[in-house]
């Protein structure tokens, strides 16, 4: 494993977490403007858990993501022309617009898809990482998934049978401590996610979410762990979203105050403070690399706007291999 | 290579499983129980000697945990692997319908074609052993209603082979459905793959079409007998093999000759495949019957347990023959 280098690590972390907060930021926008359909949940204040899991990865490693899954995608390397031309529903975004948002894949990305099913990834990731280890390959998998997903049963059979068979998986719960409206106070009784793997004999760590560094430290460690054949983690990563769960969340059930107490731990900011005080970004850098990740998100979303809409054609293709009629 | 054995269903399934270990490198096998129970090879053999032939890499016992085996199954499917999951009953499947029915079924479609989901689902149906409510139910109607999966019910040792080997080469994700009271019928097997989509003519007749699968085809071949020698009706029998893809055709074919449509099945009558089949009788061919179809399913109850109780709810050689007399319009008691 490559330990965490300010430089290189940092920089590039960096600048993809301000591109996936000036993706998401336009989220709520583009719904307003009824150009997303359906629900769309932005991940803005979780960036670093999505980023620093995906610099511990290589090429040939999968993820299967969640609801909240534009990050990670962003993260792992997917256009955002084309991720925001999905999530829009048009003809060039990866899926042709038949999944949108909550069913969003890249298959040579290793991107098993978003998932509109809480907990529905941990199986896949598990899965994938059962391919890997009967085709010899050395790649591990991640699965990422909420506090909410914590309570869904698969998690215990998935965090049993990665143990059993010391399969090469992630498993990154990302704490955000609301499930929708119900926070994890009152929906989860043992404050410790980490004790639900160690209970199953998984190797499982905390990680401060908000902090770039840390995520990719325990991420680096436990890729190599997996790599090695030491089989599974849990990673519990405490984290926030800004925004409500979804446009139109009237975020009853939690305080204006809460919110800013967790916007003063911006993982953005606190980055650039490191980097700065490391002297590996000036001031003048940081401008103009937010500028450059305004100017790529704003293309995107031109291009996502300018794309057609799939022909209704392809509403009956890709059933089965060969579609049937 | 026109090879020709007499095999129980358990072994034909034995041996396509064997054959697909040998030269598919990407299949491996997993399920509860499918190397050391009984004299090893799961609840009715059918993984029998793999583990020793294959290792138990890819001979895999599980923990009881059907939620993510069936999703663990689907996410090796879509990155390279050809899983045939063993699900001991598939009364169990139930608790991973999400990978099946969320994940396996739609992840095609829904990635706009990125991914093959080769998946294969083996388990059993079906009643007759006094298994009961969670252990004998008839689910193939449920499966074929969704779009994206593939619904395989052989009937025969040889259909079974045959079937097995398309559905492990298909890269679409297919439920394959075997019947827990064939396992130890015998038949000819030709280790020939057998194409989804095309029935089998079980019997020749002219009279009344009986679509049936599995059980109700065994029924229906013993009520053809009476009709025959008895009343002077003669049955042609369809075995659709796949209930998607669908084989419609032949129905129709069969139907120009005879006129008279009878479906029988295990599954639950009501809303059942039999069901869409008539339907899709009526708008397509309409003219070629002579007389309303029929539909014989099982009772709108849950399998009981009493062995008179259990008889009663399935369609049974009796209930068949009254019912082609039926649809002949002539209702006499058998």
């Known amino acids: 494993m490559s330990a965490y280098d300010a430089k290189k690590h940092g920089i590039a972390g960096l600048r993809q977490m301000a591109m996936i907060r000036e993706f998401e930021r336009r989220m709520p926008l583009l719904a307003e403007e009824k150009l997303i359909r359906g629900s769309t949940h932005p991940s803005v204040g979780m960036e670093a858990v999505a980023v620093g899991v995906s610099l511990a990865l290589g090429t040939g490693d999968t993820i299967a993501s969640n609801h909240r899954g534009h990050g990670h995608c962003l993260a792992r390397g997917s256009d955002p022309a084309r991720t925001m031309a999905e999530i829009l529903g048009r003809s060039d975004g990866y899926c042709h617009g038949k999944g949108g948002s909550m069913h969003l894949a890249v298959k040579e990305l290793g991107i098993l898809g978003t998932n509109a099913i809480v907990g529905a990834g941990i199986g896949l990731a598990t899965g994938a990482a059962l391919a890997a280890t009967m085709q010899g390959r050395d790649s591990v998998a991640v699965s990422y998934f909420g506090d909410g997903a914590s309570n869904q049963g698969v998690l215990a059979e998935a965090l049993n049978l990665a143990a059993i068979w010391s399969l090469p998986v992630l498993f990154i719960c990302e704490n955000n401590h609301y499930a929708m409206s119900d926070s994890f106070e009152q929906m989860v009784a043992q404050p410790d996610l980490s004790q639900r793997g160690t209970a199953y004999g998984v190797k499982s760590v905390n990680v401060d979410g908000m902090n770039l560094p840390k995520v990719y430290e325990v991420a680096a460690e436990a890729v190599a762990r997996a790599r090695g054949g030491a089989g599974p983690t849990l990673i519990v990563a405490d984290t926030y979203r800004y925004l409500g769960h979804m446009a139109g969340d009237t975020e009853i059930y939690r305080s204006v105050e809460e919110v800013q107490r967790w916007r003063d731990r911006d993982p953005i900011a606190a980055l650039v403070a490191e980097l700065t005080e490391a002297g590996v970004l000036s001031e003048t850098q940081w401008s103009e690399m937010q500028t450059e990740v305004a100017d790529e998100v704003e293309a995107a979303e031109q291009f996502a706007r300018n794309s057609p809409f799939p022909d209704s054609a392809w509403a009956t293709t890709d059933v089965y291999e060969e579609t049937r009629s | ?334």
């Open chain 2, 1 to 334: 290579m026109s090879m020709v054995k007499q095999l129980s269903m358990w072994k034909a399934l034995n041996g396509a499983l064997h054959d697909i270990l040998e030269d598919t490198p990407e299949a491996f096998v997993m399920g509860e129980d499918v190397t050391t129970w009984g004299t090893g090879g799961g609840i009715y053999g059918v993984t029998g000697k793999l583990v020793k032939n294959f290792g138990s890499d890819r001979v895999r016992d599980t923990p009881i945990s059907e939620e993510v085996l069936i999703s663990a199954a689907v996410g090796a499917a879509m990155c390279g692997s050809r899983p045939i999951l063993e699900i001991m009953y598939s009364d169990f499947t139930f608790l991973g319908f999400d990978g099946i029915i969320n994940q396996a079924a739609k992840a095609r479609y829904m990635f706009g074609g990125q991914f093959d989901v080769p998946f294969v689902l083996r388990t059993n149906g079906g009643s007759g052993g006094g298994k009961a409510g969670q252990h004998s139910q008839s689910l193939e109607t449920l499966f074929a209603h969704i779009p994206g999966l593939e619904v395989v019910v052989p009937g025969t040792p040889g259909d079974a082979y045959g079937l097995m080997r398309t559905a492990v080469a298909s890269n679409n994700p297919t439920i394959f459905l075997e019947h827990k009271n064939l396992y130890y019928d015998k038949g000819p097997v030709d280790f020939i793959p057998v194409p989804f989509g095309q029935a089998r003519i079980a019997r020749d007749g002219s009279d009344v079409t009986i679509v049936a699968t599995q059980e109700m085809v065994k029924r229906s071949l013993a009520a053809a007998e009476v009709l025959a020698s008895k009343h002077d009706v003669s049955v042609e029998i369809i075995d659709p093999r796949t209930l998607y893809p669908f084989d419609m055709e032949s129905v129709i074919t069969s139907v120009k000759k005879t006129r008279h449509l009878l479906v029988a099945h295990e599954a639950v009558r009501d809303y059942g495949w039999g069901a869409e089949f008539v339907a899709s009788l009526a708008e397509e061919a309409w003219s070629e019957l002579d007389a309303a179809p029929r539909r014989l399913g099982g009772s709108r109850t849950p399998i009981p347990y009493s062995e008179p109780l259990e008889n009663a709810v399935i369609p049974s050689v009796n209930s068949i023959i009254e019912a082609v007399l039926a649809v002949r319009g002539s209702v006499v008691a058998a």
